[in-house]
């Protein structure tokens, strides 16, 4: 055991935060707060939105979470808005970031605003991206960014199209991307697979459920790719 680990064990109590007198809890017992309201959240899900930004929990010198009772109220406020409003976690982190004191009462929070997809002209795309028309024509050509019909330029194209523009820093072309199009499509292939079932459920939650789905599991597959390329990495980089 470490000094400081060792420290943490002497100076608090289980639950406790000494230096300010404030409950904690471990992640075990806040799952098991929240389970008799959501009867489907589990430590994966937990995680899970500690990694989107949603909340974020102490850690001991040893490494484990440990949460405060704000953590577990904004967690019931972003639970209560995915089960009662439908929303994405963006939407629900966006209007987290907006309120500058700590949620003391979910049923008090109004309603969160609908979320105003992005639209965007191809001038309008060049500009907010940093790119060039030439680059932009060029991830056309490759399937990386397309267009909506009626619609214009989503917020993934202008995602796609603002990586692209720095990746073109490192000489990295819209044709060396051309595998991440066609791994992107294997995904869609695979995801569609375990999300369907959830979008023939009756109204807007089924769809809620489905979209906050895909949001995962895109999160969880980027995480692997992250890594497969770390560890690829790992002997050039002489780690």
Known sequence: MTASAAAWNHDHTPGEDTTRGERLMSIGEVLASLRGEFPDITIS?????????????????????????????RLRYVLTAQRDQYLPLR??????????????????VEPVEAHTETRLTRDELITKAGLTEA?????????????????????????????????????????????????ADREVGLFSQLVTPLTRQSGPAGRAKAADTVHELTALTARVHAALVRAGLREILGK
């Open 135 to 183: 680059l932009l024509k060029a991830l056309e050509d490759h399937g990386l960014v397309k267009t909506r019909p009626g619609a214009g330029y989503d917020a993934d194209a202008l995602e796609v199209a603002t990586a692209a523009a720095r990746l073109a820093e490192f000489g990295v072309e819209p044709r060396h991307l051309r595998a991440y199009r066609a791994a």
């Open 91 to 108: 939407v629900i982190r966006e209007h987290l970031a907006t309120m500058r004191e700590p949620l003391a009462d979910v049923s008090a």
């Open 45 to 73: 899900k937990l995680r899970f939105l500690e990694t989107e930004g949603l909340v974020e929990p102490r850690r001991t010198p040893a490494g484990y979470r440990k949460y405060t009772w704000t953590d577990v109220t």
